[in-house]
């Protein structure tokens, strides 16, 4: 049987958005933003590289050669504009992280209980305290769901416009029903 999850508490949402740190994002984005300037130096110098061979040689052979480096050069250029993507993507998460770390209330652990003075004077700070805390609590509650919909709406606007990405594996048919035998170009760069 499934567990079943706790919610957690207005106390606990501000405990843990406070707490919490996007080290690990800004690690991947720096990695990534690396990783993307390598890949848009290789790309460069395989397109001298191709400009190279073309000189060098004659006729098909230059072709020929050329064309391999120009498949070289268009996979680091793939390579280069998915890591900018997923780049791009870690910052905005980033963002949206800290938006919401940013906005949270501090709430107490527990309701305000009444004291002496609530008993003999009813409703004067009392009311004033539960409505603050009631206030405060629904606002950090509020800012969960919207923190996930931030993080959520870049990828969904990504797919959107470029379409969920698959890997094809070994044994599936491409468009014109041709068996895929292996990672292919795209996918080995990807990776």
Not at 53 to 79: F, H, Y
Request: no cysteine; charged share 25%.
């Amino acid at each position: 049987m499934g567990k079943l999850i706790k919610p957690l508490t207005p106390h606990e949402i501000y405990e843990k958005l406070r707490a919490g740190d996007t080290r690990l994002l800004e690690e991947g984005r720096t990695a990534a933003q690396t990783q993307a300037m390598t890949e848009g130096v290789r790309s460069t110098l395989l397109g001298r590289q191709a400009a190279l061979l073309q000189t060098g040689w004659e006729g098909a052979a230059s072709d020929g050669a050329a064309g391999v480096v120009k498949s070289l050069v268009d996979n680091a250029q793939v390579g280069t504009d998915q890591l900018v993507v997923a780049q791009r993507l870690m910052d905005q998460q980033s963002g949206s992280f800290h938006h919401a770390a940013n906005s949270v209330r501090p709430v107490p652990a527990e309701p305000p209980k009444p004291d002496f003075t609530d008993m003999n004077w009813p409703f004067v700070d009392y009311e004033k305290q539960v409505t603050g805390y009631q206030a405060d609590a629904q606002h950090n509650i509020e800012v969960f769901p919207r923190l996930r919909q931030r993080q959520r709406g870049p990828r969904k606007r990504h797919e959107a416009v470029h379409g969920r990405r698959r890997l094809r594996r070994h044994g599936d048919r491409d468009g014109h029903g041709r068996l895929h035998r292996g990672p292919g170009r795209r996918a080995a760069a990807a990776a």
